[in-house]
């Protein structure tokens, strides 16, 4: 009987394990980096594009406006000088519970000692009471019927243990208070990956607006900020802040920001609303929406937020909490399933913790990496790592390299013929011509694949059937016209393929704009090949496979590299 492994492609050759590493390997999963406090000048940036970052993300859940401007204006200067690609990404805030120590002095909690949780943020934080910014932890409060949390609809493999108030339609109508023998966590341990600085907390006692709890391990908390994660309760706060909004339509336009990854998303609705927001916001209309599945309520409500959404961010440090550790991994497959067969990027973040303060990643770590890369993801999402870790640079190499062995293995045939079997027939022609070109180029061992696109979407099919070469995607420009202005389209579209696995965009030369009747396409095509052997992944007498308009109709053409 022929078995085929689900994961590695075959044959399997033991050998192959012991072939040097190329070290320059550049990889098709993408690397997305935190920038902060330890990744923020010029020569660490220039650094992490060079290790193969290429997307920034500013988390706004710390740090300022100028801040984060400061950082963003060393990214420009780093880009200009490695002629490296990069997204911008902004993280919100959203309801994210936190505790703020304006003193910072490290705060130190007794095993089985007392600790008040109080919403008067006017407090100083002590070992005894820790102000937060939430009012809703003790208090049942009135709020609209939700629909939405009516059907609960899970990832269909996937069977969780889910909050009661979650599957009951009739407490609905209030939001539930924290009740005695409830946990909480609390920590740095989102921002650090150290678990020596976070803490379990067993709801006592509810006292009007204080919440009394125990403290179950001993723990020192330092640092100016604390995020608290409660699971068992629906935190009350709009998943686009007021505070989220305000530096949107600064922060954000001011620097046409490529992604907006929406922390908390909950519901296919949260997306709905920040979509509408963008959409207000000029150039921002053309912002993609990542939704950050980060508790169990984003989990539940999954496909209609992927059906929303223009990617999604499997926020594992969050979701890592809420769920019981023996599920995290089934999440992982069956979200990065429903996301590769919707054709729509995915994220995992919080792959190697221990490299924030080690030049070498545990060998689980490693692992989880590669099985990221196995099980689907277009990207990695690097956090305290690149943000605070004391080697970012070295993390961004480490992680290309082991997704770069990954994807060598990935067993590609059977994910083209799964992906295939998913859409079903009658295929679109624009997703036949775009998986054709993808076999093509597969049984002609093309070096690449080279795909002309306007607004993205042919080379997003493409980089859906997961072919095992480069996809170079040259981004045409568009004349568009707001009736004031006339303004080329282009770099939105170039700078989000930088989060989808296997596409490197290029922009093409708007004074040739490829009109698919002219001869101008052979002129960018050129351009292309060109670009294709200065980064090195084409050579002489390679073969290319070219996707392209002729006249009315697409075609796939295989051509032969003379010089
Ligand atoms: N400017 C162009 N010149 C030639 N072919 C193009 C151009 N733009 C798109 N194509 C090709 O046209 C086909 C359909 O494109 P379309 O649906 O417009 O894709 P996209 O939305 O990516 O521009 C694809 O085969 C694509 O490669
Ligand atoms: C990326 C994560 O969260 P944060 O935004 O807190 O870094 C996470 O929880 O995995
Ligand atoms: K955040
Ligand atoms: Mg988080």
Not at 336 to 355: E, F, H, I
Not at 385 to 408: D, F, H, N, Q, W
Not at 469 to 486: A, C, E, F, Y
Request: glycine residues 6%; aromatic residues 6%; hydrophobic residues 40%.
């Amino acid at each position: 009987m022929h078995v085929t492994n689900l994961l590695l492609e075959e044959p399997i050759r033991m050998a192959s394990i012991l072939e040097p590493p190329k070290n320059n390997l550049s990889a098709m999963t993408k690397i997305v980096g935190t920038l902060g406090p330890k990744s923020r000048s010029v020569d660490v940036i220039s650094g992490c594009l060079k290790a193969g970052m290429s997307v920034a993300r500013f988390d706004f859940s710390w740090g300022d406006a100028e801040y984060h401007q400061e950082t963003l204006e060393n990214l420009k200067t780093s880009v200009k000088s490695t002629k490296k690609l990069c997204a911008v990404m902004l993280d919100t805030v959203g309801p994210e519970l936190q505790v703020v120590n304006k003193s910072e002095k490290s705060i130190a909690l007794k095993a089985e000692s007392l600790v008040v949780l109080t919403p008067d943020q006017g407090q100083e934080a002590t070992s005894d009471l820790l102000p937060i910014n939430y009012d809703g932890l003790a208090k049942t409060m009135i709020r609209k019927k939700d629909d939405n949390l009516d059907v609960p609809l899970y990832p269909s493999t996937v069977v969780f243990v889910v909050p009661m108030w979650l599957c009951c339609p009739k407490l609905h109508d209030s939001v539930q208070a924290v009740k005695k023998g409830d946990t909480i966590f609390l920590g740095q341990y989102l921002f650090t990956g150290s678990e020596t600085t976070s803490v379990w907390l067993e709801v006592s006692e509810v006292k009007e607006v204080d919440v009394v709890c125990t403290v179950k391990n001993a723990a020192v908390l330092s640092g100016s900020l604390f995020t608290l994660h409660v699971s068992q309760i629906h935190i009350d706060l709009p998943t686009l802040t007021d505070k989220d909004k305000e530096v949107i339509s600064t922060w954000g336009v001011r620097n046409d920001i490529d992604f907006l990854s929406l922390s908390y998303t909950r519901h296919a609705e949260d997306v709905r609303q920040a979509r509408e927001f963008l959409s207000t916001l000029g150039q921002l209309s053309q912002t993609q929406i990542f939704a950050k599945i980060e508790n169990i309520e984003g989990l539940t409500h999954f496909d209609e937020i992927l059906e929303e959404a223009d990617g999604i961010i499997l926020s594992r440090g969050n979701l890592g909490i809420d769920l019981p550790p023996e599920k995290v991994f089934l999440f992982q497959k069956a979200a990065l399933y429903k996301c590769n067969m919707a054709g729509k990027p995915a994220v995992v973040t919080r792959v190697v913790d221990s490299m924030t303060d080690n030049l070498r990643p545990t060998r689980a770590e490693a692992t989880d990496v590669a099985n990221a890369v196995l099980d689907g993801t277009d990207a990695i999402l690097l956090g305290a790592e690149t943000l605070r870790g004391l080697y970012p640079i070295e993390t961004i190499s480490t992680v290309r390299r082991i997704c770069a062995e990954a994807e060598k293995v990935f067993n590609q045939d059977l994910y083209f013929k799964k992906t295939s079997k998913y859409v079903g027939e009658p295929m679109s022609h624009l997703e036949s011509i775009a998986s054709s070109a993808v076999r093509a180029a597969i049984k002609t061992k093309a070096s690449v694949i080279i795909v002309f696109t306007s607004t993205g979407k042919a080379a997003r099919l493409i980089a859906k059937y997961r072919p095992t070469m480069p996809v170079i995607s040259v981004v045409v420009p568009r004349l568009i016209t707001n009736q004031l202005k006339w303004t080329f389209t282009g770099a939105f579209e170039a700078r989000q393929s930088l989060i989808v696995r296997n596409l490197f965009p290029m922009l093409a030369d708007p004074r040739h704009p490829a009109d698919s009747t002219s001869g101008s396409n052979e002129t960018v095509l050129k351009v292309a090949v060109e670009h294709g052997k200065a980064a090195g992944v084409i050579k002489s007498h390679d073969r290319v496979v070219v996707c392209q308009k002729v006249g009315d109709s697409s075609v796939v053409k295989i051509i032969e590299l003379e010089e």
